[in-house]
């Protein structure tokens, strides 16, 4: 059997593993294939549409919740205010109606949902002597309570990653058949992360709380940055920042009616990011200089990594994702030390505004089907999961 030779399982294992697989509805027989010599061997296909999984993409932009199948085909989507508008008790309050919403959109039956991804920026680990909280990001954010919510609201279970590592896994999900070996995404929301997929695996670090991409050092003498240094790359270029020197060119501001309350930094950004998009030479001006060190820091990263392929996702680059593109990926062909052995291929991610949702629905779906489970499923979810399947034992 070619599976048992490839995964190095026995061919029983495999046998039984198939025929669960086959009996849920996840896997289909769709034939015999030619003999090498023994028994035909039976062909399997993935039955996409046997299971979806929900993606909800937290930022202080927006909220952007995704149906995906099985492959990571995104068959419905919506999107609805960010955490910048809302409080926590909203999220939990309306997804159970939004995604009900969407499975109706997509004719996908209640009991084919598989559980629930959420992402979010990766602000789990303060500890009494680490790096204090981003003032704007509230603390009622905090990972633990949003998946207690969302597990409560809507009894499925849920999977929580950084947003980061989820656009890293939604970007390598939904592409692996070209993706090269080893690439980073480069995630701009209100902070600025990064993913890294190396040896088909997305990296982690010791406690997901990898690719502070925002914290890289840019200037030491720079201004103070929450994490305790100085000059960091978010100080100098996240959304935020570019906000801060809009503000302080003044009739710019006026023209832009920008508000400067901390609550509308998403919305100023969004004026400024349109503005560009328009022709505006002082605030393509602005996006110019913090994408320029965005690579800065870029060519650093890969100075040590060697990387092949960064890939650009994020809600900040609504807008002026091709002008950021096109500015780091200069920085990279004019600075990277390997610049002269291969390129560094900057590129905006194929999945849009969509890669960290479904990379959030990709982890609920492989937390799922893998075994893999960090958290425990609420009971009831678990009962029903049980439910499905000695259902389809017995077909
Ligand atoms: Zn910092």
């Known amino acids: 059997m070619e599976i048992a030779a490839r995964s190095g399982l026995t061919e ?28 035909r061997p039976t062909l399997l296909e993935l039955n996409r549409t046997a299971r979806f999984a929900v ?72 500890g009494e002597s680490g790096p204090r909280p981003d003032p704007e990001w509230r603390p009622e954010w905090d990972w633990a309570a949003v ?23 939604g970007e390598f999900w939904t ?13 701009l929301a209100s902070g600025i992360g990064f993913g890294l997929v190396t040896a088909g695996d997305v990296y982690r670090g010791a406690t997901s709380n990898v690719g502070e991409l925002g914290h890289v050092i840019l200037d030491v003498n720079g201004p103070e940055c929450t994490c305790g240094s100085r ?12 906000v801060r020197s809009a503000l302080g060119d003044r009739a710019f501001a006026h023209d832009l009616a920008l508000s400067g309350a901390p609550e509308d930094a998403p919305d100023d950004y969004d004026r400024i990011a349109r503005a560009s998009a328009d022709g505006d030479g002082r605030a393509t ?21 060697d990387l092949e392929r960064i890939v650009l996702t994020g809600p900040a680059l609504d807008h002026v994702g091709s002008e950021v593109a096109r500015v780091v990926g200069e920085e990279l062909s004019d600075h990277a030390y390997v610049r002269r052995i291969h390129p560094t291929h900057v590129q905006l991610s194929r999945n849009g505004r969509l ?25 009831e979810s678990a009962d029903h999961e049980q439910s499905i399947r000695q259902r389809s034992t017995k077909e």
């Not at 046998?15 to 028994?39: A, F, H, N, P």
């Not at 592409?175 to 995630?187: H, I, L, P, R």
């Not at 890669?355 to 489970?373: K, M, R, T, V």
């Open 12 to 39: 029983a294992t495999v046998s039984r593993i198939v025929k669960q697989l086959v009996q849920s509805g996840i896997v289909i027989e769709t034939g015999r294939g030619s003999s090498t010599g023994g028994k």
């Open 55 to 126: 993606g909800i993409l937290l930022s202080d932009r927006r909220t952007t919740y995704v149906l995906t199948d099985l492959s990571g085909a995104v068959v419905a989507s919506d999107e609805a205010a960010g955490t910048a508008h809302i409080r926590r008790g909203d999220v939990a309050a309306t997804a159970p109606g939004v995604i009900d919403s969407l499975l109706e959109q997509a004719k996908a039956p209640r009991e084919a949902l598989l559980g629930i991804g959420v992402a979010i920026p990766g602000r789990e680990e303060y």
């Open 175 to 187: 592409t692996q058949g070209s993706a090269a070996a080893d690439f980073a995404v480069v995630n």
């Open 355 to 379: 890669a960290s949702s479904i990379g959030a629905a990709s982890l609920a779906i492989h937390e799922q089907l893998g075994g893999f489970h960090r958290t425990a499923a609420p009971q």
């Open 231 to 242: 000059g960091c790359l978010e100080m100098l270029a996240a959304s935020k920042a570019i």
């Open 147 to 169: 998946e207690q919510d969302l597990a409560k609201a809507t009894g499925r279970p849920i999977s929580v990653e950084n947003d980061s590592t989820c656009a890293a896994i």
């Open 285 to 305: 001006a602005l996006i110019v200089d913090a994408a320029r060190l965005l690579g800065k820091a870029l060519v650093s990263v890969t100075n040590v990594l």
